[in-house]
């Protein structure tokens, strides 16, 4: 089955705690980003990908790092989290041009205390 | 950058009503538009797009029109149904090869 995945799905955290959101998909997408979903601000873009060993910075890049070493896979590292981190996040994926669907993962529910 | 406004933030109709959904953008050089449909718990998912070389496409209950000279696009449900129920948003391409999302629209169809 075609799938975007993510883990884990719900995460309670520290403030400065290091942790990171695995994204994994199985479609040989080119193009993978993260999102950040939060009420009355619809999705906002962290990071995206482009392929292997490239990766852009989105909208609202602050206190995120990516890294894309493989084409799968595409992990979401926040090094220090802070309160305002709290969200819904969602990893998405497509083949690679504008015009192409982007298949979403089920998202994490990050809380950062 | 481009900008995306949804309006309204909600909506409720009956079951069998009509819902419109609107969005306007800033970016002329936008060319696609999708619209995704997030139920509780999931994913959005791509129900319909539309590209600017056409003003309108329809999809069973589902159909987009776009106005690209007042930069504004509109998703209409017609015969509504309660598996309509959702958050919906609009959306425009950008130069990044991203998408950029309107702030969502929560569906409410009462049986």
């Known amino acids: 089955e075609a799938q975007v995945t993510q883990n884990p799905r719900y995460l309670i955290t520290v403030t400065g705690k290091k942790l990171t959101v695995t994204c994994s998909q199985n479609?040989?997408?080119?193009?993978m980003s993260w999102y950040r979903q939060d009420p009355g601000l619809g999705l906002r873009q962290i990071y995206y990908s482009m392929n292997v060993e490239v990766t852009d910075k989105g909208d609202v890049p602050e206190g995120y790092k990516v890294s894309r070493k493989e084409k799968r896979n595409f992990p979401l590292i926040l090094e220090s989290p802070s309160p305002n981190q709290t969200s819904l996040y969602f990893c998405?994926?497509?083949?690679?041009?504008?015009?192409?669907?982007?298949?979403f993962g089920p998202g994490t529910r990050l809380t950062v205390l | 950058g481009e900008n995306v406004e949804q309006h309204p933030s909600t909506l409720s109709v009956q079951e069998g009503d009509s819902a419109v959904i609107k969005c306007t953008y800033s970016d002329s050089a936008s060319n696609y538009f999708p619209w995704y449909k997030q139920e509780l718990g999931k994913g959005p998912q791509l129900i319909i797009d539309i590209r600017s070389n056409v003003g309108e496409k329809k999809d069973q209950r589902i159909a987009v029109t776009l106005n690209k000279t007042a930069k504004h696009f509109s998703l209409h449900i017609t015969e509504t149904q309660p598996e309509d129920s959702a958050v919906y948003f609009c959306a425009a391409d950008t130069g990044r090869r991203a998408l950029t999302f309107g702030s969502g629209t929560r569906l409410q169809v009462q049986p």
């Open positions: 479609m040989n997408h080119e193009y």
């Open positions: 998405a994926s497509s083949r690679g041009q504008r015009t192409d669907t982007q298949y």
